[in-house]
């Protein structure tokens, strides 16, 4: 939970910060002539919660997390670690991926909490000390258009993501042959696959949780 949690803080703080204050200032220049100022508090907390908190912070963590397991699980196949373990009569799956998988499930939706909470702040230093809005209507907008469903489906999101990306990393890891360039192998198709399917299930799961009509 350390390493895909607490160690994921500062890079997660950093993008989300960042994607926060881009929403703010394109979604002034989009809506500010047609719709007041609330709105875009509103549009900055309801897009960061929903979809860009969950999906960023998952395409983050599917590079840094997804191929550090990939690459950590791999270099034991390759060293015979594995198979060492399992003459040992351990079996590997519970010994090395449950607890990665778990971890993830757990940690993921702390990290995007975290970043959606940094990534609304960026926005609201936008608003507040770029386009002149006061910090009560920054709130207001966020009170009047952000309602409790979007907080579990943004976290719904997370908590599949979470699973995604270690499912991803340690069938990569279990499964690298070939030494060094199998283990760099497994890592760049853990990092391509879980970026696909974060995407392919963001699609799905926003299809089942925002049905149209």
């Known amino acids: 939970m350390i390493r895909i949690g607490v160690d994921s803080l500062p890079l997660v703080a950093v993008t989300s910060l960042f994607t926060g204050m881009v929403l703010a200032v394109q979604t002034s220049y989009q809506i500010e002539e047609y719709v007041p100022r609330i709105f875009i508090a509103a549009a900055v907390a309801k897009a960061t919660i929903i979809e860009l908190g969950p999906v960023i912070t998952a395409l ?22 594995i198979d060492a373990l399992e003459t040992m009569a351990f079996d590997p799956v519970q010994f090395l991926l449950l ?8 940690m993921m939706p ?6 959606c909470l940094i990534a609304i702040s960026g926005g609201w230093a936008v608003c507040v000390y770029y386009l002149g809005m ?21 976290l719904f999101k997370s908590f599949v993501f979470g699973g995604t990306i270690t499912m991803v990393g340690c069938y990569y890891g279990f499964c690298a042959r070939k030494g060094a360039a199998g283990v760099g192998l497994a890592t760049t198709r853990s990092v391509v696959t879980n970026c696909l399917l974060i995407l392919v299930f963001d699609y799905f799961l926003a299809m089942l949780m925002f049905p149209a009509g």
């Open 60 to 81: 983050v963590l599917s590079g840094r997390v997804g191929a550090s397991i990939a690459a950590e699980l791999g270099t034991m196949r390759v060293t015979e670690q």
């Open 99 to 106: 607890p990665r998988f778990f971890a993830g499930l757990v």
């Open 110 to 115: 702390v990290i995007v909490t975290y970043g």
């Open 134 to 154: 006061s910090s009560t209507a920054f709130l207001e907008g966020m009170r009047q258009f952000v309602y409790p469903y979007d907080i579990y489906s943004g």
